[in-house]
């Protein structure tokens, strides 16, 4: 991996024990080397959506130049990929974050509004936390997407599957091993959205375990 992502082995072993933070660069350049159906840890943070976004470096600078203008571009009708997630969130000003907030609470689609959120979510505002908590709790599409999104990015089942388990979640196919990685979005300080979805899963999951 190291030669096919010209990164050196002791720079990944950092990233991979957590020794240094996951840059932009470095999502990109793994999801350039495994592909859409890779398997490896940064990938399995992606969402399994069948038009999940798929921008390069340069079109995500423009989508970040984009939303700072006030035009929402493909956060629009497009799920956001991890890569586009994390190099918003570094990115965009306060002016951008402004565009965020407004459009997480009245974008004209569930796709916008529900982008907005994660982007706002990855920046880790303390401030923008009971925004978002009170769109998850208001916006049933919203919720409903994000919650799928996050089954997806944990468990990397097709998109319909993940749907479903949300809709039911006596459906989840392994709902011990869901309910563990669950648990640690539930505790995730930083990330409002994850922490909020993860805990209600978890609430929804307890009738299943308890079977």
Known sequence: MAILTNYSKSYLCMLETGQRAISVDIVIAYERVIGPIGNDMWRRRNITHPRVMQLKRPDLL????SVEAG???SLLDTPTSLAADE???RRVSSDGASHLRAWM???KTATLRVNSLSI???RGDPQDAPDIIQVLEEDPRVRRLSLA???SRLMQYDWSTCLGIVDDPATAPDPERLAKRLA???TDVKHAEARWCGAYLLKELA???AR
């Open 149 to 151: 999104s996050s089954v």
């Open 184 to 186: 640690r979005d539930a």
């Open 87 to 89: 190099l918003l969130a």
């Open 62 to 65: 423009r989508l970040v130049e």
């Open 207 to 209: 009738p299943v375990l």
């Open 71 to 73: 035009t929402p571009g």
């Open 120 to 122: 706002l979510a990855r």
């Open 105 to 107: 609470k009245e974008g």
